[in-house]
C-alpha cells in the first residue's frame, strides 16, 4: 500500500515518523520471504497515539513489525502500511537488578548486555533471533526459561484503548508462546528483574545453549524458526520427522534437514509455497497423529 496525499506525508514528518516507500518485506523478515509496501519508521513512542489517530482518520490500514523473525508475509504489493520502532540510544539502562529495555532493542545483545553486568537468567534466550517487544509479545523461552518470568513492568500502546499506558508485569498471563496482550497492542519498553551472576557463569550456561541449538536448528538458513508450537507433551519437529517429511518441499519452501519443525526458504520461496508446505504438513500430522498443529509463526497473508 501506497501513501500517496502529500498532506498525509507531511503529517508523518510533523510526528517524526520516516516514511520509507515501498520497503521490501523479504528484506525485513528472516525467512526472506514478503512483498513491498510503505514503512513508517517510529522514533517516538510519544508520537504513537497521534500517528494511529491519523492512519485511522485517513483509512490506512496497518500491522505492527518487530524483528520479523517469527514471521511469514504474503507476496506482492501488500494492503497494509508497515509501522516500525526505531530503536533509541542507549536502547537498555541498567539499574541494579532491573533492565530497562526498549521494545526494538535485539534480543540477543540484550541478553549479552545484561551478561556483562552479571545479570543472568535469560541465557536459554541467546540464538533466538528478533527484537525484545517481538519476545515478550509470544513469551519466546527456549531451554526451560521464557522471558515472561523477568517482566516486572511493560509500557506499551494499548489499540482498545488508544492511549500509552504502563501495566506491571502480574497484570499480565505469559503462557507457553502465549500473552494476554491483544494482538494489536504494541509492544514499547520493558522492565526485567534479573538475578545476579558472575559474567563467567553466565557464559557458560550462553555456551551451552549456542552449542545445543548449532547441532539442533539450521542457524545460517533463512527461517522463522519453530513454525509449529508444540502439542502438550509432544514435539512437533519429532512428529514431522517421523513422518519422514525433512527434506518436503513446494518450490523453495523446505522442511529443514536438520530440525524437521524448522522450514526454510532455500533460495526463492513465496509465500504461497511456505503456505502450501504449512499446509501439505500438518495435513499429514493431523492423518497420522490425529494432532492439530497450531501455528507458532504469525501469518499475515495479504
Ligand atoms: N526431534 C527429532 N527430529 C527433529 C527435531 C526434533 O526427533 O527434526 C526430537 C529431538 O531429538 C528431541 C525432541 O524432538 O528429542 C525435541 O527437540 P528439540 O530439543 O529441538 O526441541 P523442540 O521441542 O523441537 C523447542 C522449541 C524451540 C526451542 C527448543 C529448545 C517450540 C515449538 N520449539 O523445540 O523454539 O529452541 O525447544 O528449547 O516450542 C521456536 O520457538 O521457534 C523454537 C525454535
Known amino acids: 500500500m501506497r501513501i500517496e496525499d502529500p498532506k498525509i506525508a507531511a503529517a508523518l514528518t510533523e510526528l517524526d515518523v520516516q516514511l520509507k516507500p515501498a520497503a521490501s ?26 500517528l494511529l489517530n491519523l492512519l485511522d482518520a485517513q483509512s490506512v490500514p496497518h500491522r505492527f513489525l518487530g524483528g520479523g523473525s517469527n514471521l511469514l ?27 530497562q529495555v526498549d521494545a526494538a532493542a535485539d534480543l540477543g545483545r540484550a541478553v549479552t548486555f545484561c551478561a556483562k553486568h552479571d545479570l543472568g537468567g535469560m541465557e536459554g534466550l541467546i ?18 526459561m521464557q522471558i515472561g518470568s523477568y517482566v516486572r513492568e511493560v509500557k506499551l500502546y494499548r489499540a482498545a484503548q488508544r492511549r500509552l499506558e504502563t501495566l506491571r508485569g502480574d497484570q499480565i498471563s505469559f503462557e507457553y508462546r502465549h500473552t494476554s496482550f491483544a494482538p494489536d497492542d504494541m509492544m514499547l519498553a520493558v522492565k526485567l528483574e534479573l538475578p545476579s551472576k558472575p559474567y563467567p557463569e553466565i557464559l557458560k550456561g550462553i555456551r551451552i545453549c549456542n552449542e545445543k541449538r548449532r547441532a539442533s536448528q539450521p542457524l545460517g538458513q533463512k527461517s522463522a524458526g519453530c513454525i509449529f508450537k ?29 530440525h524437521a519443525n524448522f522450514f526454510v ?31 507458532e509463526v504469525v501469518v499475515w497473508d495479504a
Open 265 to 295: 526458504n532455500a533460495g526463492k520461496a513465496s509465500a504461497k509455497d511456505m503456505l502450501a508446505l504449512i499446509a501439505d504438513v500438518s495435513e499429514r500430522v493431523q492423518k497420522s497423529f490425529g494432532t492439530i498443529l497450531e501455528y
Open 127 to 144: 540464538g533466538v533471533p528478533g527484537t525484545v517487544g517481538g519476545a515478550l509479545r509470544m513469551n519466546a523461552g527456549a531451554y526451560g
Open 230 to 258: 508444540n502439542p502438550l507433551g509432544a514435539s512437533a519437529g519429532r512428529m514431522i520427522d517421523e513422518l519422514g517429511l525433512k527434506g518436503l518441499s513446494v518450490g523453495d519452501a523446505r522442511v529443514s534437514d536438520r
Open 25 to 50: 518485506l523479504a528484506e525485513l523478515t528472516s525467512l526472506g520471504i514478503g512483498g513491498t509496501t510503505d514503512l513508517l519508521r517510529i522514533t517516538k513512542h510519544e508520537s504513537i497515539p497521534d
Open 73 to 99: 508475509v504474503g507476496d506482492g504489493e501488500l494492503p497494509w502500511v508497515v509501522l516500525q520502532l526505531l530503536s533509541p540510544e542507549p536502547d537498555i539502562v541498567l539499574d541494579g537488578n532491573f533492565a
